[in-house]
């Protein structure tokens, strides 16, 4: 008996490096799921750190103590734009190059390990799920105040006079969007270039949120990060859109998700992020999108998904969608890696 259990767990450790990227992705969930984020000395917060020294020395328009018609022009546009492309490069490709020429040749155990801690350093899906209940719980004891505070973390519009339903909305719109940028386009981008590229998306990423922003002071100067982002995201948010969708079979909605998210996320403002929010809401069979208030300015954005207005109870049901994409996701990786192993 124990000659037959030896025989089998020796045929195992045989099989593990078959199905080293499933077990890569599923270690890097649990890490997620387990340990949650960061608490004290996040990456990021260094990395942020770093960027905003790195804009004060570059950014022209950061020496400048108010933006002055002066400095505008097409000289000064592309000296922006090129310093910013510039800086882009400086904080965002070092760290990939040195994980592909130094760290990516490893045992493949220790491959495992190092990829899914850089993977469990990418993600949010925790995070998500902690954001979202801050915003859930205040609202179900209908103390909308702190339920304000909160989709404050969450979003860049003005929350000081948002109804429930208009926090539930951009809530629901963070998870969904925020369910690709935190969690789906790592675990794609890991399939794609491996943990290098995983890197370049999130450091990517980050700068866009930092100086993506269309104002005198980013506008040029962010140029290039906005759209590498957006050039990186398109190719995760239209996967991301598909397994969104998939999700949609028991009520016969693949097909409505996909379409409402080709005629609707085109129109958003996000190309990627009006796509997956679209075809999230549509298999949630409810309606997000519409006006809201930004830096004192409404702006009005395209319908997104069908079905009746979203509530507090909706909030769950979003981080639900986004959790099962990852599982999905995990679910096609064992699938492919068995069918790749029978076959050859």
């Not at 000064?76 to 904080?91: E, H």
Request: glycine share 8%; proline share 2%; net charge positive.
């Amino acid at each position: 008996m124990s000659e037959f259990i030896a025989n089998i767990y020796q045929q195992a450790i045989t099989l593990l490096p078959d199905f080293a990227t499933f077990i890569t992705l599923l270690l890097a969930l649990l890490l997620d799921k387990y340990l949650g984020e960061a608490k004290r000395f996040h990456y990021l917060v260094g990395f942020g750190w770093l960027a905003k020294k790195l804009e004060t020395k570059l950014n022209p328009y950061q020496k400048k103590a108010q933006y002055q018609e002066s400095n505008t022009g097409d000289k000064a546009t592309l000296k922006a734009k090129l310093l910013g492309t510039l800086a882009w490069c400086l904080l965002v490709l070092p760290l990939p190059l040195i994980y592909f020429y130094q760290l990516n040749h490893l045992i493949w155990y220790w491959q495992v390990l190092l990829d899914a801690s850089v993977i469990y350093l990418a993600i949010g899906l925790n995070s998500l799920h902690q954001h979202a209940m801050q915003v859930y719980k205040p609202l179900n004891a209908e103390d909308l105040t702190s339920a304000r505070h909160f989709t404050g973390y969450l979003v860049s519009r003005d929350t000081s006079n948002l109804s429930e339903q208009e926090m539930s909305r951009a809530t629901i719109e963070s998870m969904l969007e925020n369910g690709h940028d935190s969690v789906i386009a790592s675990l794609l981008y890991y399939l794609i270039g491996g943990a290098p590229l995983v890197i370049i998306h999130r450091l990517a990423n980050t700068l866009d949120a930092m100086w993506g922003y269309k104002n005198s002071r980013f506008n040029d100067f962010g140029y290039a990060s906005a759209r590498l982002d957006d050039l990186l995201g398109f190719i995760s948010g239209k996967c991301c859109t598909l397994l969104y969708a998939i999700q949609g079979v028991k009520q016969g909605k693949i097909i409505k998700a996909i379409v409402n998210a080709y005629r609707q996320g085109n129109q958003y403002k996000s190309h990627n992020g009006g796509w997956v929010m679209a075809a999230g809401a549509t298999v949630m069979s409810r309606q997000l999108g519409g006006s809201a208030l930004y830096h004192g300015q409404t702006v009005n954005s395209v319908v997104l998904g069908c079905g009746s207005c979203v509530t507090t109870k909706d909030i769950p049901t979003s981080l639900l969608v986004v959790s099962r994409t990852s599982l999905i996701l995990l679910a096609l990786v064992l699938i492919i890696q068995l069918v790749c192993y029978f076959i050859y």
